[in-house]
C-alpha cells in the first residue's frame, strides 16, 4: 500500500495538517504560563529533534521506500522542532518591539528581520548540514523535504512583508503580538507571482519526476515532494483569496481567553 503515489501524497497532506495542528496545540496550551512553561514545552519536545537528525543520517545510504518515508518524516521532525521553537518564543530574534509608524523602508526592512532572525539562521544552518550530509548520498529526499519547506517559508514571510490581501493571526500567540506590525496588507506585491510560479513549476517536475521515474522509491519520494510543494503553493494563495484556512486546525485547539483577531483586507487596501 505505502508504494502507491498516491497513497504517498496523502501520508503528506495528513502530516503536514496532524504535525502543524499538534505545534499549534501545544503553543496555545504554554501561551499563558510564562516562559519557563515555554521552555519546558520545547525540551519536552527534544526526541523528536534527536530522533529527526538520526533518521535523516540513518537514512542517507537507504534508498528503498521505507527509507524514503523515513527521511522525510525525519525531516519533518527537524522542521517541526525548529518551528515550535520559534511559537514559542525561545528562538526567534533580537526585536521584540512593535514596529512604529513612520520608520523608513530600509529600517522596517532590518527590524522586521530582526523578528525572526536567529530562527531564519538555525534553519539555514540545519539546511546547510543536510546538504553537506547528503552530498553523494543515495537517499537525498530528507534534504529536499526540508529545503522544499525552507524556500516555501522565505517566500511566504517575504510575500507578508510586502504585503497581501489576507493576513490571518489568529493562531500567533501572545508572546509573538509584536510580528503582525511588520506586515502589510496590500491587494498584491511583485514577489507574489514570482513565487507562485516557481511552486506551480517545482510541482509539475516533481509530478514530471513521479510520472518517468522507474524505482518505486523515488516515486515516492517526489510523490511527497510533489504534495509537498502543492500544499506549499495552497498556502500562499491563502494569502490571497478570502478562505476560511483557520478552520482547519481552529476546532482542535483549547480556547484561548483573549484571541487575536486575523488582519481583514478592505477594498480599499494598498
Known amino acids: 500500500m505505502l508504494t502507491s503515489p498516491w497513497i ?41 529533534l534527536i530522533l529527526g537528525g538520526f533518521g535523516f543520517l540513518d537514512t542517507l545510504g537507504n534508498a528503498s521506500v521505507m527509507g524514503v518515508y523515513v527521511a522525510f518524516l525525519s525531516a519533518l521532525a527537524l522542521w517541526g522542532w525548529i518551528e515550535l521553537a520559534f511559537l514559542t518564543g525561545i528562538i526567534t530574534g533580537p526585536v521584540r518591539q512593535p514596529l512604529k509608524d513612520g520608520v523608513p523602508e530600509w529600517e522596517r526592512f532590518i527590524r522586521a528581520w530582526g523578528t525572526i532572525a536567529y530562527h531564519e539562521m538555525l534553519l539555514a544552518f540545519t539546511l546547510l548540514g543536510m ?27 517575504l510575500n507578508l512583508y510586502l504585503g497581501v490581501r489576507q493576513i490571518n493571526v489568529e493562531f500567533i500567540p501572545e508572546h509573538l503580538n509584536h510580528l503582525p506590525s511588520h506586515f502589510r496588507i496590500a491587494r498584491m506585491n511583485w514577489l507574489f507571482p514570482i513565487s507562485v510560479t516557481g ?62 483577531q486575523a488582519m481583514k483586507t478592505s477594498e480599499d487596501a494598498r
Not at 495538517?17 to 527534544?46: P, Q, Y
Not at 548520498?137 to 511566504?156: C, E, I, P, Q, Y
Request: aromatic share 16%.
Open 131 to 157: 546538504i553537506v550530509a547528503s552530498y553523494g548520498a543515495d537517499n537525498k529526499f530528507g534534504m529536499w523535504t526540508f529545503a522544499l519547506l525552507f524556500a516555501a517559508r522565505v517566500s511566504a514571510k
Open 8 to 48: 504517498a501524497a496523502l501520508v503528506a497532506l495528513f502530516l503536514w495538517w496532524f504535525s502543524t495542528g499538534a505545534i499549534l496545540m501545544t503553543v496555545r496550551r504554554v501561551d499563558h504560563e510564562g516562559a519557563k512553561a515555554r521552555l519546558w514545552a520545547v525540551l519536552w519536545n527534544l526526541p523528536f
Open 199 to 260: 511552486l506551480s513549476f517545482a510541482v509539475a517536475c516533481f509530478l514530471e519526476r513521479v510520472w518517468f521515474t522507474d524505482a518505486q522509491a523515488d516515486v515516492i519520494g517526489f510523490a511527497l515532494l510533489s504534495a509537498l510543494a502543492a500544499l506549499a503553493l495552497l498556502e500562499h494563495w491563502f494569502m490571497v483569496l478570502p478562505l476560511p484556512d483557520a478552520k482547519l486546525w481552529r476546532w482542535m485547539l483549547p480556547e484561548r481567553a483573549a484571541p487575536n
